[in-house]
């Protein structure tokens, strides 16, 4: 197993202040932030202390949803393993993911979350990679964009490997 270095710790944690004065730019400071767990969990802890940091005070919820399981390639079809345990109703929503590929998971959350009647939905992605869509899905703020290599780190798992890599790798065989 190889992993390429794509993007070091650094140079996200400037994206990620980036992104949460965007954030509080277009939502103020005031509404909920729902995370997609696994992958997002690191990313979701920078972007609370990046906010924190430009006056936003958000709440912070997870979804847990598995599309991949073990393996390398969406299974295609998105499970919801843990759902959110508050009313949202006509709340401003941010939902973060650790990265956009198919847009499956995305398509499933923001479809859980209309039928709350979630107020505005906006979405975040550490990473989008468009090149895979499958699903045509918003993806409102974006910190990087990557073409079609699977990726790693800062959160983001290979088969449930790799999580903890302080940065972003390509990762191949």
């Known amino acids: 197993m190889k992993t390429t270095l794509l993007f070091d710790r650094d140079r996200i944690a400037g994206r990620v202040d980036d ?3 965007d954030i509080v730019s277009a939502l103020g ?3 909920v932030i729902v995370g997609l767990l696994k992958g997002s969990f690191v990313f979701v802890a920078d972007l609370v202390r990046a906010l ?3 006056a936003a005070r958000p709440r912070v919820e997870f979804m847990r949803l ?3 399981g ?3 390639q969406s299974a295609g079809e998105v499970h919801l393993l843990g759902d959110i345990p508050v009313d949202i109703a006509g709340r401003t929503i941010l939902l973060v993911d650790d990265i956009v590929d198919t847009g499956r998971s995305v398509a499933y959350a923001l479809a859980l979350l209309r039928q709350r009647d979630a107020g505005q939905i906006r979405t975040c992605a550490l990473v989008d990679k468009p090149s895979r869509r499958e699903v045509d899905v918003p993806v409102d703020f974006v910190g990087f ?3 079609d290599v699977f990726i790693a ?3 983001i798992d290979y088969a449930e490997r790799f999580r903890h ?3 972003i790798r390509a990762v191949s065989d």
Request: hydrophobic fraction near 30%.
């Open 19 to 21: 992104l949460a004065r």
């Open 66 to 68: 598995s599309s991949y």
């Open 70 to 72: 073990l393996g390398r």
């Open 52 to 54: 924190d940091r430009v």
């Open 165 to 167: 890599f302080p940065d």
């Open 153 to 155: 780190g800062y959160g």
């Open 145 to 147: 964009t990557v073409g």
């Open 29 to 31: 400071e005031d509404f």
